[in-house]
């Protein structure tokens, strides 16, 4: 079966400060990963992929096959970080998406 | 803000009752989804379709169902049998090809039951 985890709920940084979220996944093909964000009163919308390896607000990610992780980080959160942040998988075939539980950030000005 | 409607936003459903969610898109994408969204629970997959006509289950269709008759279109009726409808019900689409990874959400509809 295919399985996202995000074991943090909720996560407060100061205002500069690092900040990862962390994202495991379980998936006996090969992944393909994603972070989605949504701010506040907006809709859910993609942050980031692996495939692309870019780096979008400051923020990157890195997949580590060896450990099943794709955590986000950025070195200096900004309060506009603030936000829900889901990471998500690709099932091929089939086109599903399966998504985390959710990391809820608070950049603390 | 045009792209994926979700209609209503708020929809109250009755004991017994079959309550339809909209779900139109104008992107002239192939695929569509439908999530559910509990609080601490993530978003869950309900049904997806790749093409007109054409569905699958997710993980919870349980007490769900959909149509595909039109590419714009799919709507999710949610039915008596789905004992627990209480959440916000989260749709999205994505265009098949070489940049079809992005999936494009609607703005939700929270369904309660009276």
């Known amino acids: 079966a295919q399985r996202v985890t995000q074991p943090e709920k909720l996560l407060s940084v100061f205002k500069g400060a690092p900040v990862e979220l962390k994202c495991n996944y379980s998936y006996s093909g090969s992944p393909e990963l994603f972070w989605y964000v949504q701010y506040s009163r907006q809709r859910l919308q993609l942050l980031l992929r692996h495939i692309s390896r870019e780096s979008i607000k400051g923020f990157t990610a890195d997949l580590n096959k060896g450990e099943t992780s794709f955590h986000l980080k950025k070195p200096f959160a900004q309060e506009e970080d603030s936000a829900m942040y889901y990471c998500?998988?690709?099932?091929?075939?089939?086109?599903?998406?399966?998504f985390g539980t959710g990391t809820s950030l608070t950049v603390i000005p | 803000d045009g792209g994926i409607t979700q209609s209503p936003k708020y929809l109250f459903r009755k004991e017994g009752q079959n309550v339809t969610l909209s779900c139109e898109q104008n992107?002239?994408?192939?695929?569509m989804y439908w999530y559910r969204q509990d609080p601490g629970q993530g978003l869950r997959l309900i049904y997806y379709s790749q093409i007109v006509n054409d569905f699958q289950k997710g993980d919870i269709a349980e007490g769900y169902s959909v149509s595909r008759e039109k590419k714009e279109s799919f709507p999710l009726t949610v039915t008596s049998a789905q004992k627990n409808p209480t959440a916000f019900y989260l749709c999205?689409?994505?265009?098949?090809?070489?940049?079809?990874?992005?999936?494009?959400f609607g703005s939700g509809t929270q369904l309660s039951v009276l």
């Open positions: 998500a998988l690709l099932k091929v075939p089939g086109n599903q998406f399966y």
């Open positions: 992107l002239n994408h192939d695929a």
């Open positions: 999205a689409s994505r265009r098949q090809g070489a940049d079809n990874e992005k999936l494009f």
